[in-house]
């Protein structure tokens, strides 16, 4: 029973640890579209083909994060449990893509 209980906080505290990451790297990614859009919109961006500046950089810190919790917490990457961190992450990230997409079906209908 107690091997279970121990699976179980494993793969919790995976999922919290991606969500955790998720979630951090979907804000850098809300407030990059946020700039680009005021840059857009002061008629300072030079190129609307152009990328968001720092995209590479954010994918950058997003797998810094990844390889610091696996140093850090290795448990999270053992016996299936790295899924959990994987899952985690997705839903992290899908909670600002949903609320971008309430946010701009609110706009559209005003």
């Given at each position: ?9 494993c ?67 053992a ?26 079906m ?5």
């Amino acid at each position: 029973m107690q091997i279970h209980l121990i699976d179980v906080l494993c793969n919790l505290a995976g999922l919290l640890s991606g969500a955790v990451i998720g979630l951090g790297f979907g804000l850098l990614q809300k407030k990059a579209r946020q700039e680009h859009e005021r840059l857009e919109q002061s008629g300072q961006l030079k190129n609307a083909w152009t990328l968001m500046p720092g995209s590479g950089a954010r994918v950058a810190y997003l797998l810094l994060a990844l390889v610091l919790a696996q140093v850090v917490c290795p448990l999270l990457f053992a016996e299936g449990t790295q899924w959990w961190v994987s899952g985690g992450l997705v839903a992290g990230y899908a909670v600002q893509l949903y609320q971008q997409l309430r946010l701009r079906m609110r706009e559209a209908r005003a």
